[in-house]
């Protein structure tokens, strides 16, 4: 295996491990959302599931703590 071939591989396999960190933070996602406030609309559910993976990270945080499904879900301010 050429030099070329190693770093195509290793471009793909960090590729799936991105992508396999996002689906792992999106269903922790929905699963925190759901057993905090019930079913989610499935207009909510697309959004998150179009969601980059930095956005799903700060609403799983938010998720922890957030009093509301809005609050983990707003966006910050423009001042």
């Given at each position: 295996m050429d030099e070329c071939e190693r770093e195509m591989i290793g471009t793909i396999a960090s590729e799936l491990e991105q992508r396999g960190e996002k689906r792992g933070r999106l269903q922790a996602l929905v699963f925190v959302l759901e057993?905090?406030?019930?079913?989610?609309?499935?207009?909510?559910?697309?959004?998150?599931?179009?969601?980059?993976?930095?956005?799903?990270?700060?609403?799983?945080?938010?998720?922890?703590?957030?009093?509301?499904?809005?609050?983990?879900?707003?966006?910050?301010?423009?001042?």
């Open positions: 057993r905090r406030f019930g079913p989610l609309p499935s207009e909510l559910l697309k959004q998150i599931g179009e969601a980059k993976a930095a956005q799903l990270e700060t609403w799983l945080g938010r998720a922890v703590d957030a009093a509301t499904l809005e609050a983990v879900l707003e966006q910050p301010s423009k001042h």
